[in-house]
């Protein structure tokens, strides 16, 4: 263990030592309103390069989320619900008011395809260890975190590829805040 001489803090200026501390007390707060111990922690970084970007801290009573997006061709929106399970992502449903290219024509095996006067509601049992997606400011893409009624806005980082990744247990949770 290497020890830091005792004069070692008086060498950081205050400015800095000021934002470490303001972003430690943030990152207390943001875990507290999280909930306390979150159920797993939801990972989005950039992709191919995996630069961290943001962590979203999942409560244990219900580790949702939903991605929500504007399809690119028939510009209509499209939601996709998901559950952490351990490491691993699994979509549980898909609602569009539209159907268009890349979106499901019928229901997995044990699942179910439903249409009523909001569209269209696909069920499913989908398992990923990761999801990559392409992210473009004129679709919307947005996710939004059981407990949390604050979106996180995918395109703030650019119109990129993201991946999503999932960790049991607790985070160091920004909240779509992005890390510094």
């Known amino acids: 263990m290497t020890r830091r001489p005792a004069d070692a803090r008086a060498r950081v200026p205050g400015r800095a030592r000021r934002r470490r501390i303001e972003a430690t007390a943030v990152a207390c707060v943001l875990a507290a309103s999280a909930g306390g111990a979150g159920a797993a922690c939801l990972a989005i970084d950039s992709h191919p390069e995996a630069m961290p970007l943001s962590r979203i801290a999942l409560p244990a009573s219900d580790p949702t989320f939903t991605l929500r997006y504007v399809h690119s061709v028939t510009r209509t929106p499209v939601d996709e619900d998901y559950r952490v399970d351990g490491s691993t992502i699994v979509q549980t449903a898909i609602r569009f008011a539209q159907h268009g290219p890349g979106l499901p024509t019928e229901a997995d095996a044990g699942a179910s395809w439903r249409v009523d006067a909001n569209g269209i509601t696909v069920t499913m049992n989908r398992r990923h ?13 947005r996710l939004t975190a059981a407990g949390d009624a604050r979106p996180v806005e995918l395109a703030r980082w650019g119109n990129r590829a993201l991946v999503l990744s999932a960790a049991p247990g607790d985070c160091p949770a920004t909240n779509g805040a992005a890390i510094r």
Request: charged share 25%; proline share 8%; hydrophobic share 45%.
């Open 129 to 141: 260890e990761t999801i990559a997606m392409r992210v473009h400011a004129d679709q919307a893409p």
